[in-house]
């Protein structure tokens, strides 16, 4: 959720847009609807569906405005409702290409309510929906790339490509949760009432639909905006046969549109309470079309979580149910699957960066959004637009940004080293400590693929008599995404059941530092080093910020050097040491 001060920033940026004083992104579309009774739910608010077809307008009207073509839905990310609108208040959507890739890209989306007798504005979700352009020729479209102009675009172009990797993954990520040892015990320990249980066949629902002309939308395919509104219509039917009341939607896994339909296509949505827990229900839902005589052509699915609320907007609690043998065992499981997910992501993504660092425990299970907050916590501090510079000492420059209670620094320099070869060299963090006096030690401790380790990193002690630090790291490397992006190396702190503090050392935690390597021409590269210092960082370096030290400089020299000494002879990248055997039973438990 957006703080205060952000989203009265973002309507800053609105105003100042509307006044033509800011610059506007080319993509950028507006709607503005104001909730009529026809709109409206039978609370009086906006009906989830009718939202979701005015989002899809919008988004697919900027996504054609930025590859002056056709284009369709693809995907909708995970989509999170904050609050509700009422009828009579006026719902503000704003849609906005993010990046392009070869013949797809991503539409960020917010939809903001405006009172229109208070004047109060609040946001209601955010989304990200891929759409994908059509030519009406034979050839396949290449789109022309995104160029952000502002710090908050260039942001959001960065992690595009880190959510574009976080979809593409999203399958085996459900895949191996489901495999991993742990969660199937705790699936088996799970206590149910089976007197109170309610059977899932009461909760199924399935309604077909005609396509009409109406349904279509200007390439003659039915509207995206109009399936996934039908399905949330029966979803919500298959959450109030459970709870005998109305249910107000929370939250939206992601829409995956596998195919299109046409008018005249016969629509079969089905949905069913896949699992409930204490206080919300998870309901599966999917499209399928036919025409004729063919058989069924599946359409879209997604999982939508309900509540129900008593008179006072607190959730009320909900019957457990009971699932039906096999098909519905699965749904059941996989239920509980998606709400893990949903609860790491949404505790990794609250550990603000404002706040007193955390290490958020790792473990198989939320591994993808670990490295994806960890990836976007570096691009963010590095798109930063207030660095200023602090000292500089031969081609060396250190730069630092003070925001509220946090320090930023950034050291960086350009040499005679091509940009892939150092990324392969600074990614291996075992062999740091033959460049960076602050490294004794770093040990590799679990590979989690081939992009992204866990490290235990010892320091040394700053203070006379002070205890050695160490640090359980989690380096996440990433290769350009396109031409004129950087090499990333990012790395934060984690915890690890195995590797506890031990007696002896101070645990350290590093809330976001890292890398980014760009390619000033083939011969030559920009290296930048980049940490938000947290409180067992900032006695390392405090004499260099302060102007009293320059040993920032002695160290990026012997950084320069361990680079140039091995240009050619460059390893493959793989840690020098393997993993302990408990290690490696974590990661395949």
Same mark, same amino acid.
């Given at each position: 959720m957006a703080s205060k001060s952000e989203l009265k920033n973002d309507l800053h940026d609105l105003h100042l847009e509307d006044k033509g004083q800011q610059h506007r992104n080319p993509s950028e579309v507006k709607m503005s609807q104001i909730v009529l009774p026809c709109h409206a739910n039978h609370c009086g608010e906006l009906s989830i569906g009718q939202l979701l077809k005015w989002m899809d307008c919008t988004a697919c009207l900027s996504a054609e405005r930025h590859a002056g073509c056709l284009c369709v839905t693809a995907s909708v990310d995970d989509i999170y409702f904050e609050h509700t609108i009422g009828v009579g208040q006026v719902v503000n959507i704003k849609a906005k290409v993010n990046r392009a890739f070869n013949s797809s890209m991503e539409v960020g989306i917010e939809?903001?309510?405006? @009172? #229109? +007798?208070?004047?109060? !504005?609040?946001?209601v979700c955010q989304a990200f929906a891929t759409f994908v352009a059509r030519r009406t020729d034979a050839n396949k479209a290449q789109l022309k790339q995104v160029v952000p102009c502002t710090q908050q675009e260039q942001v959001e172009h960065s992690l595009a490509a880190e959510r574009r990797r976080m979809r593409l993954i999203h399958h085996d990520t &459900? %895949? @191996?949760? #489901?495999?991993?040892? *742990?969660? %199937?015990?705790s699936i088996s320990e799970e206590n149910r009432d089976e007197d109170e249980a309610v059977p899932t066949e009461k909760t199924q629902v399935e309604s077909v639909e005609l396509v009409l002309p109406p349904h279509a939308n200007h390439q003659v395919n039915t509207f995206g905006g109009q399936i996934m509104a039908w399905m949330e219509n029966v979803a919500t039917i298959a959450a109030?046969? #459970?709870?005998? $009341? !109305? =249910?107000t939607l929370r939250t939206i896994d992601m829409f995956h549109f596998r195919g299109p339909s046409q008018v005249g296509d016969r629509l079969v949505l089905k949905a069913i309470v896949n699992n *409930?827990?204490?206080?919300? &229900?998870?309901?599966?839902?999917? $499209?399928?079309? +036919? !025409?004729?005589?063919? =058989?069924l052509r599946h359409i879209n699915s997604a999982f939508m979580t309900f509540e129900v609320l008593d008179d006072k907007g607190r959730p009320r609690p909900l =019957? =457990?149910?009971?699932p039906e043998p096999q098909e519905g065992q699965r749904r059941y499981q996989e239920a509980l699957a998606r709400k893990k997910i949903r609860l790491d992501r949404? +505790?990794?993504?609250?550990?603000? %960066?404002?706040e007193v660092p955390l290490s958020v425990p790792w473990d198989p299970s939320n591994q993808v959004y670990l490295s994806y907050n960890n990836v976007s916590a570096l691009k963010m501090l590095a798109a930063k637009n207030n660095w200023e510079l602090s000292s500089k000492k031969g081609h060396v420059s250190l730069y630092t940004v003070e925001e509220s209670q946090s320090l930023c620094f950034r050291v960086e320099f350009e040499m005679d080293v091509p940009a892939q070869r150092a990324f392969t060299l600074l990614s291996d963090l075992s062999r740091r400590q033959e460049w960076d006096e602050h490294y004794t030690l770093c040990e590799p401790l679990i590979r989690v693929n081939e992009d992204d380790y866990i490290y235990r990193v010892v320091t040394p002690s700053v203070s006379e008599g002070g205890k050695v630090q160490d640090f359980i790291l989690l380096a996440s490397r990433r290769p350009p995404c396109d031409s004129g992006d950087p090499y990333v190396i990012a790395l934060r702190s984690v915890a690890l059941p195995t590797h506890p503090p031990t007696e002896g050392f101070n645990r350290g935690e590093v809330v976001c530092a890292g890398f980014t390597i760009y390619e000033v021409s083939k011969s030559v590269s920009k290296i930048s080093y980049y940490n938000q210092a947290s409180p067992e960082v900032m006695p390392y370096i405090s004499t260099d910020i302060a102007g009293l030290s320059s040993s920032f400089y002695s160290n990026f020299r012997a950084c320069s050097q361990y680079l140039l000494d091995n240009i050619v002879s460059t390893p493959t990248f793989t840690p020098s040491t393997s993993r302990p055997a408990a290690a490696a039973g974590l990661?395949?438990?």
């Open positions: 939809v903001i309510c405006e @009172d #229109l +007798y208070s004047g109060r !504005h609040w946001r &459900m %895949q @191996d949760l #489901l495999n991993n040892k *742990t969660f %199937q015990r109030s046969r #459970l709870c005998n $009341a !109305h =249910p *409930t827990f204490k206080n919300s &229900m998870e309901v599966g839902v999917c $499209a399928e079309a +036919y !025409h004729g005589e063919e =058989p =019957p =457990p149910i009971k949404k +505790y990794i993504i609250s550990c603000k %960066q404002t990661n395949s438990s």
